[in-house]
């Protein structure tokens, strides 16, 4: 029988188990696909650990995960264009993607292009989208000047990126161990931390255009400080201050889509988008997974092998 991540309770990472399931019949228009890679994201252990009861709540019990790269191995009734033994990258609103296979809208999977690793293909949908659709939110033109904070975090790398491609000169909120990849991207890497503020007032000699906050705690309240205005601000993290100085906050649901996901993996194969990889643990390690991202110091992604 298939194995899948499930838990039966909100709570910390040991409600988390690795379970045997009936293996999953796909339905009409759905796929069947067996998972090669799935990342991991920290609004997962936020639902696990019933942050969103209220608003999202589970059903016990749960599985979990969006992100997944893997190889059709069934289609359902009215499915077309997509066989056994394709190879796809795909994302499921069902908070399924943590297992071996995970029933898949057809709509929501796209081709995996030859040049996208099946751990960045993994990993491509939540950080990416939202990446995507932060970067695009505050319509950066060439030149301008736009602070990313948790600049080599899951979204926050492939921010820098983006902004990057569209021509930005961007500063990256960073600790020490990372300004050498945000340099080696042509970020300029900066401290967070006590002084920040005057930090980036000297990199970016007093004009900041736009901020991208992917962490919260604060950012927004820097952004707004640094005299970026509001409509120039995206935040994915901090909604309270988002509602009271009227700032952005487009994040996966504005970004989620197959075609930005196909956008992404085309950046990917043609070398335009570098999808760190942090880690990869294989899916009965799922705590140590969540242990380690929990720690809020993740390089790109975590990787899950089912
Ligand atoms: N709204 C949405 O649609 C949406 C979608 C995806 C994610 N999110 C949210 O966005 C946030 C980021 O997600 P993620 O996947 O990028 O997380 P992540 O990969 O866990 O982010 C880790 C990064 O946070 C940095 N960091 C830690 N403490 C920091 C601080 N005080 N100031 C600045 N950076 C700090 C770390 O940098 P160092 O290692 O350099 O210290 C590390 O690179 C999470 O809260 C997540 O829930 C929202």
Do not use: C
């Not at 009215?78 to 296979?101: K, N, P, W």
């Not at 990313?148 to 979204?155: I, L, P, Q, R, W």
């Amino acid at each position: 029988m298939p194995q899948a991540v499930r838990f039966n309770e909100y709570g910390g990472i040991d409600v988390l188990e690795v379970v045997e399931v009936p293996r999953p019949v796909p339905g009409p228009g759905q796929v069947l696909v067996e998972v090669r890679a799935a990342a991991i994201n920290p609004g997962e252990a936020s639902i696990r650990g019933g942050v969103f009861a209220q608003r999202w709540p589970a059903t016990f019990p749960s599985g979990q995960g969006s992100d997944l790269a893997g190889v059709v191995a069934a289609v359902g009734p009215e499915v077309t264009g997509v066989r056994d033994g394709d190879e796809v990258i795909g994302f499921t609103d069902d908070r399924a993607s943590h297992a071996q296979l995970v029933l898949v809208d057809q709509a929501n999977v796209i081709p995996r292009p030859a040049g996208v690793s099946w751990d960045a293909a993994g990993s491509l949908y939540v950080a990416g989208t939202t990446a995507y659709a932060a970067v695009r939110a505050v319509a950066l033109a060439p030149g301008e000047i736009v602070v990313v904070s948790a600049a080599a975090g899951g979204v926050g790398s492939l921010a820098v990126q983006l902004a990057k491609n569209a021509g930005a000169t961007v500063i990256g909120l960073a600790g020490p161990a990372n300004h050498d990849w945000l340099a080696g991207q042509g970020v300029l890497p900066v401290t967070y931390g006590d002084g920040v503020a005057d930090r980036v007032r000297d990199a970016s000699h007093g004009r900041v255009d736009a901020f991208v906050d992917t962490f919260g705690g604060g950012y927004v309240d820097l952004a707004i400080d640094l005299g970026v205005r509001p409509e120039r601000i995206d935040t994915i993290a901090d909604f309270a201050a988002a509602q009271m100085h009227g700032t952005k906050t487009d994040g996966n649901v504005a970004g989620g889509t197959a075609e930005v996901l196909a956008e992404l993996a085309a950046l990917v194969d043609k070398g335009a988008l570098d999808i760190p990889i942090a880690g990869v643990y294989p899916l009965a390690e799922v705590r140590d997974a969540f242990r380690e991202l929990e720690l809020r110091h993740t390089h790109g992604k975590i990787v899950l092998h089912p």
